[in-house]
């Protein structure tokens, strides 16, 4: 599998804030960009879902895929691929730490390996893209929220 990519970002919210945006997922569509689409096909007894499919239009890129869900409390969640159309596998995670109260560093993990070839440069620059992309719309989602 290729490299996996990291980022983090400072929310000014307590990870079960932060997490509870992040478990909406029927909300994405109304704040990501890309996410034109996610329904939850499967919960967990812990009613989080288990199962997610999403559709996607990020411009150049469009695709249909799923995904299964592992939470971990309001301090981590992983996922990986299931079903793709343009990716052959995709492994994630978002890992939530206090740093002080109402101040969280979210830290994003993402590996994507595309059925369609491309440069390794361009590969890396466009997850760098996605993930910068992610966190941004999720800080401001969970302090809009906060409002």
């Not at 150049?60 to 596998?89: K, N, P």
Request: charged content about 30%; proline content about 5%.
């Amino acid at each position: 599998m290729p490299d996996e990519s990291t980022q983090s970002i400072s929310i000014a919210a307590d990870p079960r804030d932060i997490m509870a945006v992040i478990a909406d997922f029927p909300n994405y569509p109304v704040w990501t960009g890309s996410v034109k689409r996610a329904e939850v096909l499967e919960t967990g007894p812990d009613g989080r879902a288990r199962r997610v499919a999403f559709v996607l239009d990020a411009g150049i890129v469009r695709d249909q895929y799923e995904l299964a869900y592992d939470w971990s409390g309001d301090t981590r969640v992983e996922w990986r691929l299931t079903r793709g159309q343009m990716m052959r596998a995709q492994q994630g995670s978002y890992t939530l730490d206090p740093q002080a109260p109402g101040r969280t560093e979210v830290t994003y993990s993402l590996t994507v390996d595309l059925v369609i070839p491309m440069l390794g440069l361009l590969k890396r620059k466009a997850e760098r893209v996605v993930m910068d992309t992610a966190l941004k719309e999720l800080k401001k989602r969970v302090e809009g929220l906060r409002v």
